[in-house]
């Protein structure tokens, strides 16, 4: 079993739809939640962080943690055509000298078609 | 442009030829990190430098794979007698705050 589990997908929805993301873990030292968006050949670009467990929004995005079940989230509002590409979640613990490592999932392919 | 720029883009070679990739991370970012990435998967941590003090090392780096960041700026990372399972994209990442990494666009190496 791996560390970081997560659908691949693909996940196909209208525009307009709400998207729901999400990724399990099994290394309860895990304590910062990540999700990134990669468009195709492109580098990963950070999306929204957070820290422990609970919610954070920013736009049309929240983000959801709840580190009792080890299961994370992210929701999509509204969503757009521009918004398909790969989402994937890392998260990491506390390592020695402070690094921080990330362990990321494999990504979800995400298409929003007009 | 101030973010993260890598060199080059795409990289063809072949089976036995060592390779060199540069990362020239974001000016204020004292930590930089390398990863690799495959078809259909996430990115797998490959190494960790922080300013110039290569801190972490993954198992994936094998004795033919070395990095180095002098004086702290850019970034190099080195194959050497490459196989046909190196083939991937080369991700480099650079970060103020641990958790809050800035990818650059990655270099894609194929191995014929």
């Known amino acids: 079993q791996k560390e970081v589990e997560q659908d691949p997908g693909p996940l196909s929805v209208p525009e307009g739809a709400i998207v729901s993301l999400n990724c399990t873990y099994s290394?309860?030292?895990?304590?910062?939640f990540m999700w990134y968006r990669q468009y195709s050949r492109k580098g990963p670009e950070l999306l929204m962080y957070?820290?422990?467990?609970g919610n954070k929004e920013d736009g049309r995005f929240t983000a959801q943690v709840d580190k009792s079940s080890k299961y994370i989230s992210l929701f999509i509002r509204d969503s757009q055509p521009s918004d398909s590409a790969t989402y994937l979640c890392?998260?990491?613990?506390?390592?020695?000298?402070?690094?921080?490592?990330?362990?990321f999932g494999r990504g979800t392919s995400l298409i929003v078609h007009p | 442009d101030t973010g993260v720029s890598q060199d080059p883009r795409h990289k063809i070679t072949k089976r036995g030829q060592n390779v060199t990739f540069r990362c020239d991370p974001i000016?204020?970012?004292?930590?930089l990190y390398w990863y690799r990435q495959t078809l259909g998967q996430g990115p797998e941590f490959l190494t960790y430098?922080?300013?110039?003090?290569?801190?972490?090392k993954s198992r994936l780096l094998s004795d033919r794979f070395s990095a180095e960041r002098p004086k702290g700026s850019f970034s190099t990372l080195e194959i050497q007698r490459t196989e046909q399972g190196d083939s991937a994209m080369y991700l480099c990442?650079?970060?103020?705050?641990?958790?809050?990494?800035?990818f650059g666009p990655g270099t894609r190496l194929t191995v014929l």
């Open positions: 990442a650079s970060s103020l705050r641990p958790y809050e990494q800035f």
């Open positions: 290394n309860s030292a895990f304590q910062y």
């Open positions: 957070t820290y422990s467990s």
């Open positions: 890392a998260m990491s613990g506390v390592a020695s000298g402070g690094s921080y490592i990330p362990t």
């Open positions: 000016s204020e970012h004292n930590r």
């Open positions: 430098f922080q300013n110039e003090a290569q801190l972490e």
